[in-house]
């Protein structure tokens, strides 16, 4: 899905035309994938307004992917949050998706060379559904892949660094090589991790399952968001390893994420999930 280009590109502090926001290409985070960012999602509600959903929780996590790997930045939450609202405001977006990167920019080379200082960005455009509206109606076609998601003690699978995503490029490419709509990483003891960029739950005899963090997922901030939804309506949600097998034993399941928001799987490694009857998913 080509991007839909806007006026704006909030960039250090300031808005600039969407053309001029440019990096060199000795940038060190085109080198090193010395960077981090968010995805997240503004909708228009009921009485009109524009609200950018979780907009604190993912700003949140932005600042605690950039300390771990050092990168400072300038601004503080606040600013953040406030800059992703006026990104969206200034391009008269209704609705929109917001891709805020903090990045090691141009200067120093060395791997693990100081910088005074990350840049910082902050897009924001129409997106559509991720897996597309077919998916999102009657659920996406996954497979386990063959490609393993990060093992704890190599790269922190709940910081959301760029680099990670060579791990989701890989499961995705390797999905729709194959003739699927989704690829499913499992973790390095072997249990079920999270898709290319989605987390997962199964549902077993009316409770809800979910891998815990130490399964190498991203702690999704929609998983969070289904957990509470989904004790609030009284069903149990249970945080535990999964093993392949049980995918294929679920009444249903379904991805979670800013991007595919909330998606039915239909069928996981060709062989089909429950009844296609999803009281619990809708
Ligand atoms: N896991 C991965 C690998 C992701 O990239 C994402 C976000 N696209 C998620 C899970 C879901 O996280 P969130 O709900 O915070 O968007």
């Known amino acids: 899905m080509p991007i839909k280009e806007q006026k704006f590109i909030w960039s250090n502090g300031e808005l600039i035309p969407w053309a001029d926001a440019k990096v060199h290409v000795m940038t060190h985070a085109l080198h090193y994938a010395t960077s981090v960012f968010e ?11 524009t609200v950018i959903f979780r907009n604190f929780e993912h700003i949140r996590r932005l600042f605690y992917s950039a300390r771990v790997y050092r990168l400072p930045i300038r601004h503080s939450i606040e600013e953040i949050m406030q800059a992703c609202r006026d990104v969206v405001r200034e391009n008269g977006l209704k609705a929109a998706y917001i891709r805020p990167l903090v990045y090691l920019g141009y200067g120093e080379m060395g791997i693990s060379a100081p910088h005074e200082k990350a840049e910082t960005m902050i897009a924001a455009y ?18 386990i892949s063959s490609w393993r998601r990060l093992a704890p003690d190599t790269m922190p699978a709940g910081v959301k660094a760029s680099g990670n995503y060579l791990s989701s490029r890989l499961i995705a490419l ?37 891998p815990p963090g130490a399964s190498s997922i991203l702690m999704g901030i929609t998983r969070d968001t289904i957990i509470t939804l989904a004790k609030s309506r009284g069903y149990e949600v249970v945080e535990q390893a999964l093993t392949r097998e049980s995918l294929y034993a679920a009444d249903e399941m379904f991805m979670v994420g800013t991007a595919v928001e909330v998606t039915p799987v239909r069928s996981v490694d060709r062989l089909p999930i429950g009844s296609n009857n999803r009281p619990i998913t809708t």
């Not at 699927?180 to 249990?191: R, S």
Request: aromatic share 10%; net charge negative.
């Open 39 to 49: 995805g997240m999602r503004a909708y228009q509600i009921k009485n009109g307004h």
């Open 126 to 143: 129409p997106w559509g559904a991720y897996l597309g509206e077919e998916a999102l109606k009657s659920g996406v076609d996954a497979c």
């Open 174 to 210: 390797e999905a729709r090589e194959r003739g699927f709509g989704e690829g499913i990483g499992l973790d390095a003891a072997g249990t079920v991790s999270e898709g290319a960029g989605e987390n997962l739950f199964v549902v077993m005899n009316g409770k809800l399952y979910t």
